[in-house]
């Protein structure tokens, strides 16, 4: 596709369940984002892919999340024994390089934990 | 510590009216700015964007300006149309890997 691709557009699991939710770049984007939208909340940076190495994982909340990016393009972000703090929309973005490029985003995983 | 914020939460404008949406940076050593549309349930769409070495940059309808002297950022949006009813970030970029700091957002209402 032309845009950026996410899957599962919506996502209800009980706590303690682990989730893995995907993302899938503009093709040749050699960068990769992902951000967290809590409710009425501007985005909050997670971790950064450049190629398939994550030279930026400062935005983590916790171990119990982790990303990985395979091939220089689709990325998995998994949080494990998730908690109800982790209710949000996942957004991925992409861009050609790292650096100073627009990022252009999906439409988000909205995650809810029960 | 570093942060975008914004002056006003919610806009609400007359249709043809112009719009101005603005933006308050702390970080002076930003060099990239950037604004995002957000429509309900949709990711956020990419506007416009400026880097440090301008003051103003202009779009179809719409024109970024940047003040380094106050750290200030604001969007106009000319002849507002429905269509722009959305919430509207503002963000910088937190280094050179480009990880992006985003504001909590503006909503634009506009007014048939």
């Known amino acids: 596709g032309a845009g950026v691709s996410q899957s599962p557009s919506n996502k209800v699991t009980e706590k303690g369940k682990d989730v893995e939710l995907r993302c899938d770049p503009i093709?040749?984007?050699?960068?990769l984002y992902w951000y967290r939208q809590s409710l009425g909340q501007g985005l909050e940076f997670l971790i950064y892919?450049?190629?398939?190495?994550?030279?930026?994982k400062s935005g983590l909340p916790s171990d119990r999340f982790s990303a990985e990016r395979t091939g220089g393009s689709v990325s998995t972000l998994t949080i494990q024994r998730t908690q109800q703090e982790d209710s949000a929309v996942y957004l991925c973005?992409?861009?050609?390089?790292?650096?100073?490029?627009?990022?252009?985003f999906g439409d988000g995983t909205r995650l809810s934990i029960l | 510590g570093e942060s975008v914020g914004l002056h006003l939460p919610t806009l609400s404008v007359q249709e043809g009216d112009n719009s101005i949406i603005n933006c308050a940076y702390s970080?002076?050593?930003?060099?990239?700015f950037i604004w995002y549309k957000q429509e309900s349930g949709k990711g956020p769409q990419f506007i416009i964007d400026?880097?440090?070495?301008?003051d103003k940059r202009q779009g179809q309808r719409v024109t970024v300006l940047l003040n380094k002297t106050v750290k200030h950022l604001s969007l106009q949006i000319a002849a507002t149309q429905p269509g722009d009813s959305a919430v509207y970030f503002c963000?910088?970029?937190?280094?050179?890997?480009?990880?992006?700091?985003f504001g909590k957002g503006t909503k634009l209402s506009v007014k048939p």
């Open positions: 973005a992409s861009s050609q390089v790292g650096g100073i490029q627009p990022q252009h």
């Open positions: 093709s040749g984007h050699t960068a």
């Open positions: 892919f450049q190629g398939n190495s994550a030279p930026d």
């Open positions: 970080n002076s050593a930003s060099d990239y």
């Open positions: 400026i880097r440090s070495n301008m």
């Open positions: 963000a910088e970029n937190a280094g050179s890997q480009g990880n992006l700091i």
